[in-house]
């Protein structure tokens, strides 16, 4: 390329756009659909983007409300004073602060130590970002943070009222010490108060000796007086409002009161004075009024709800066999619901979950079919905790029964973050082990085939799972970019547990080969990454399943740091028929951000194939490829063996490490990448094999043109097909068009052939030439093509689950009903996709066939310079 | 077709866009988003569905911080610039190919290569890589949409000077002088992300 000095050659570069720009360019289309949607969101946010009245919070919450008269019950305080002042110090002059907006924006948390002082960011990395309210021993002394969505904070509160607050992502709070004035009791504490404004707060006292409440938490509906323990607020609503006392008419704010240990007190709406809270205690306050449980009394305010139950003592009619049950909800019977059976074996071994839908079911199921062995069932409503049994033994003597009664379960939230940052992580795939109803788990979501109970993390890093069996949890999440982390945490049914943190290590990677005897690489061999926990420490065996390119390679990504088991499980196609496995296992020990080299080769047998390729004219080929391929295998086994060797000046070759069987041998022509095939021969076991090969002369070329452009077409790929008895035709060959169009195969015997042409950069539509005769030794070169811009499909297949199929095989017809066959096999890629970028304008069929699917076949037509989508939903057989 | 909106400049339009003018967000997703989708779609390895999602961030967070627009550059600029940063964002967690990585690499050096010279002729073989057609279309996706424009239209659609002058809003006098630099800038830019991928040899 010319330097800095050069002057540009315009004609050149004219030159130069013209090509690139009409050749290659292909502009970018966005989904309509997609983009209308979004033409819809850009219009209607800009319309609120009016300006408006400024608030007077960060946040879009009402203006703080302080229910005054419950407030001032100075009687809750240590020391005489009227709650005024300090109220109006915290409020201050309510307006939008430009610099805390700005703070909160850049994602930081906000500080200030005075109402009248100026908002200043947190500096530091941890996560929560700490607080400190000293003592100072002046009259008063003030921290106000207020935290972003995705940070929380932590306030140590000193003196003799010590306390650790815990103020949540998207919050805001003040806190308030005072000491009195001219008191004259000198020892006096003062009085710290806190005021929530918006989020949530969770205070973890940490002075247990008080007996009179000396906190005071100041909410918009009503103050809160913390005694000593763990107490949490925050303003959400009842998550079931019919289970609580009414909130006044109109009501639109909350504030949530939690005590998980400890004492607390709210004025008590049926009587002047505290209504007193104690461990697990839990109301809400609204418009000054408190919300009790519907069945509270005054000192207990929460009825325990019972897990569900699998009884083995349900009446059984005589002679029965299977498994039978019922699936009850709230004491009535359930009408619509799933039971999956899932086998207990020793891993690494793993079964498939049973499932069987049940509709109209009156509550009433019959599970037949299982071979005998143990399993544990599992009953999965909507609105409902998945239910589980015990393992239970399944025999061909005997019928079993079973009872669930489903409940709502209870309600488990956190946060997925970084482990080293502290920054949330959103779109995490986080899974309740425990209620999933696999043995093994894979880190794919879509592997687990919808048996997971799982949620994904929003933007902020926040999950919830709504309805958790009531019990013992273990909670796995994982992220692209991440290992995994797992936590075990303890689900009460009816109550929520918002404070779980699934911290994500950084991760690394293991990469490596599969080879086979021949050292040549085994393409989509299964090999799998699984923890090692095979004890069942967890309910699950965690694994990464990938399929090896066609180098043979693989990459194990998103590994967290520690002793990974690398699984090669070979040919997947393989693993079908197979009814236990026997993979290959190596260890392999991850660090967070490196690379792990784990390979599996297989040690070679000592076959060898040698001969002489010849012209039939006697001259040597020289120099050429050789591959061969195995012929013999199982017609689902897709994998073949490909070696290759080239031929030297004279024609002779040597190929060693083949197995016994039977092969096909193709030749290299002007390019490596154009290939023909030249014959069949035979490994026999335990002995060299010699395979002299004769090429014949026949030649079969012509020309491509560009029909758009009126000129030569380089890079066309052509197709070379011989046509056997009863209509049949064979790949023969494929190669490229030079640059002056022309094409040439080579060494070809007599027969009847087809040749078909495609273009390798445009979309131009294919064309086909077809029942050309060749005589021995007879040189064509007649054959031309002219092709013309077309359009292009992109075929998906997909199981009834929606994923997509591997190794279907596609077969399209043209609309004379001539067979069009695009590549040596046209078959879907790993992730059930096969498109054509060259495919001639018009209607259109496809057949997609796989052995353990039903077969389909579905029209569609081509337009020019556009994209066909089709997708075919193949059922199981 | 030109709406009247077209003769206003980015302040005006963010302006009448803060003041809640429908029309104006229309036109400014209708002019901006066939260029900055084609600007994240090479960036992001030609993903759509993270291509969709930085498109549709960026103009959300555009949106909300439009009064923080200065006019210091184009909106299509600006744009980008948010744009970049989403797909760091998600870069962050993925691994991303060669050509995101050399796009992501040339971004800041695009700029300041504008005013080079062109390069000399590009062999015919070079059409045949398959490559050739990602860096096209990278190459377009980074120039400002006046080049784009006027390069898509002179190359591709066969317009004359004076079509693509009305649809630029310019003179032909001056179109002609923007089809000069567009040239020059496309060349400048394929040449350095050729070069930075790897080569074409």
């Given amino acids: 390329m010319s330097s800095e000095h050069d002057q540009p050659d315009f004609a050149v570069l004219e030159r130069n756009l013209e090509l690139l720009l009409r050749h290659c360019y292909q502009p970018v289309r966005a989904d309509p659909r997609f983009r209308a949607r979004l033409e819809r969101q850009v219009v209607e946010l800009s319309r609120r983007s009016r300006p408006r009245p400024e608030r007077t919070s960060p946040w879009s919450s009402p203006a703080l409300r302080i229910a005054l008269a419950a407030s001032l019950a100075i009687a809750c305080f240590v020391g005489v004073r009227s709650g005024a002042d300090w109220i109006e110090r915290l409020l201050g002059p309510r307006r939008a602060s430009a610099a805390l907006e700005q703070i909160l924006a850049r994602g930081e948390v906000a500080w200030r ?71 004259a009791d000198a020892g006096s504490p003062g009085r710290v108060t806190v005021a929530l404004e918006a989020g949530s707060l969770r205070g973890v ?101 019972d897990p569900p139950r699998a009884l083995v003592d349900v009446a059984t009619p005589e002679g029965a066999r299977g498994v039978r049950g019922r699936v009850t909800a709230d004491g009535a019977a359930l009408d619509e619901f799933r039971i999956v059976a899932l086998r207990e074996v020793q891993l690494p071994q793993s079964a498939d979950p049973i499932p069987r839908e049940f509709s109209a079911a009156r509550g009433v199921f019959v599970f037949e079919g299982l071979e005998p062995g143990p399993y544990r069932f599992f009953a999965i409503a909507p609105g409902f905790a998945v239910a589980k049994s015990e393992v239970l033994d399944v025999s061909e003597d005997r019928a079993l029964s079973l009872e669930f009664a489903l409940t709502r379960g209870g309600v488990l939230a956190g946060v997925v973050v970084d482990d080293l940052t502290g920054e949330p992580i959103s779109d995490a795939y986080v899974v309740s082990e425990s209620d999933t109803q696999v043995m093994v788990l894979s880190f794919v979501q879509s592997d687990n085939r ?243 090969v004769t090429l014949p002369l026949g030649t079969i070329g012509g020309r491509v043109r560009d029909g758009e452009r009126d000129r030569p077409l380089s890079g066309a790929v052509l197709v070379l097909l011989a046509r056997g008895e009863g209509g049949t035709s064979q790949f023969v060959g494929k190669v490229f068009s030079a640059v002056d169009g022309t094409f040439e195969f080579t060494f070809l015997p007599s027969g009847r052939y087809d040749v078909y042409a495609y273009s390798a950069r445009e979309s131009f539509g294919q064309q086909g030439r077809v029942d050309l005769e060749l005589e021995e030794g007879q040189r064509r070169s007649d054959v031309e093509f002219t092709l013309r811009m077309g359009g292009r499909v992109q075929v998906r297949v997909v199981d009834e689950l929606g994923a997509g199929i591997p190794e279907a095989l596609i077969e399209f017809r043209d609309e004379h009903g001539e067979s069009v066959q695009f590549a040596e096999a046209d078959r879907t890629n790993a992730k059930g996709l096969y498109a054509v970028n060259g495919i001639s304008i018009g209607r259109w069929s496809v057949r997609v066939a796989h052995p353990a699917f039903l077969e389909d076949t579905r029209e569609f037509d081509v337009a020019r310079d556009e994209r066909s989508d089709v997708t075919l939903t193949l059922r199981r057989r | 077709m030109k709406s009247g909106f077209d003769e206003l400049g ?142 898509t239209g002179k190359y591709i659609h066969g317009e004359s000077v004076a079509q693509i002058s009305g649809a630029v809003g310019k003179s032909e006098k001056a179109t002609e002088s923007l089809l000069t630099r567009a040239r020059l800038a496309f060349a400048n830019v394929f040449e350095l992300l050729s070069k930075k991928r790897g080569g074409l040899d």
């Fill in chain 1, 450 to 692: 919808g048996f997971d109970s799982s949620v994904r993390s929003r933007g902020n890093g926040a999950f919830e799972f709504e309805r958790l069996s009531a019990g013992e949890h273990v909670v796995r999440a994982s992220a692209p970019g991440f290992g995994a982390a797992w936590l075990e945490v303890q689900v009460v049914a009816g109550e929520r547990r918002g404070d779980v943190e699934l911290r994500l290590p950084r991760a690394g990677r293991i990469v490596g080969s599969v080879r086979d005897a021949f050292d040549q690489p085994v393409r989509r061999a299964l090999v799998m990454a699984s923890t090692t926990e095979f004890q069942l420490k967890r309910p699950c065996l965690s694994y990464r399943p990938i399929l090896t390119d066609d180098d043979g390679r693989f990459e194990l990504a998103d590994l967290g740091p520690g002793a990974w088991a690398v699984l090669n499980f070979g040919p997947a196609d393989s693993l079908r028929s197979a009814t236990t496995l026997t993979p290959e296992m190596e260890f392999g020990s991850v660090r967070a951000g490196a690379t792990t080299v784990v390979d599996f080769h297989a040690k070679r047998p000592p076959q060898v194939l040698r001969g002489v390729v010849r012209t039939s004219a006697g001259e040597p080929v020289r120099r050429r490829s050789l591959v061969v391929a195995r012929t013999d295998r199982d017609e689902r086994d897709a994998e073949r063996a490909w070696l290759s060797c080239a031929t030297l000046d004279d024609g002779s070759y040597t190929l060693p490490g083949l197995e016994p069987g039977e092969y096909e041998m193709y030749v290299s022509l002007r390019t490596p990448s154009e290939v023909l095939r030249v014959g069949r021969f035979e490994v026999l076991a335990g002995q060299a094999t010699a395979h002299d």
């Fill in chain 1, 205 to 305: 006292r940490q002075d247990t000796t008080a007996v009179q409440p000396a906190l005071r938490i100041v909410t918009s509906e009503g103050d809160v007086n913390f005694v000593h323990g763990v107490l949490g607020l925050d303003f959400s609503a009842p998550r079931e409002p019919e289970t609580w006392t009414p909130p006044p008419s109109g009501a639109q704010r909350f504030v949530h009161v939690v005590v998980d240990s400890g004492a607390a007190s709210v004025a008590d709406p049926r009587g002047s004075g505290a209504l007193p809270l104690a461990d697990g205690d839990e109301l809400y306050i609204c418009g000054g009024r408190v919300l009790l449980p519907r069945a509270a009394t005054t000192s207990d305010a929460r009825t325990p709800v």
């Fill in chain 1, 113 to 183: 130590a005075g109402a009248s002082q100026g908002w200043r960011a947190a500096r530091g990395v941890d996560q929560p970002r700490a607080f400190v309210l000293a003592a100072s021993g002046s009259e008063s002394d003030y921290l106000e943070v207020a935290t972003p969505p995705s940070m929380r904070a932590r306030v140590d509160v000193e003196g003799p009222w010590a306390s650790q607050w815990e103020l949540g992502q998207a919050s805001h709070a003040a806190f308030v010490r005072e000491q009195e004035r001219d008191s």
């Fill in chain 2, 10 to 151: 980015d302040m005006a339009l963010r302006d009448r866009i803060l003041a809640g003018d429908r029309d104006a967000a229309q036109h400014l997703f209708a002019s901006q988003f066939d260029a900055l989708y084609e600007f994240a779609h090479y960036r992001v390895g030609g993903d759509r569905g993270l291509a969709e999602d930085v498109v549709q961030d960026t103009f959300m967070v555009a949106l909300e911080s439009l009064k923080g627009f200065d006019g210091r550059s184009s909106l299509h600029t600006w744009l980008c610039g948010i744009a970049k940063n989403k797909i760091r964002a998600h870069r962050r967690k993925r691994r991303p190919a060669a050509l995101e990585d050399v796009l992501s690499e040339a971004d800041d050096e695009i700029d300041a290569i504008l005013a080079r010279v062109a390069s000399e002729p590009l062999p015919e073989w070079v059409l045949e890589r398959k490559e050739t057609k990602a860096l096209v279309g990278a190459t377009l996706s980074s120039l400002p949409p006046e080049y784009r424009r006027a390069l």
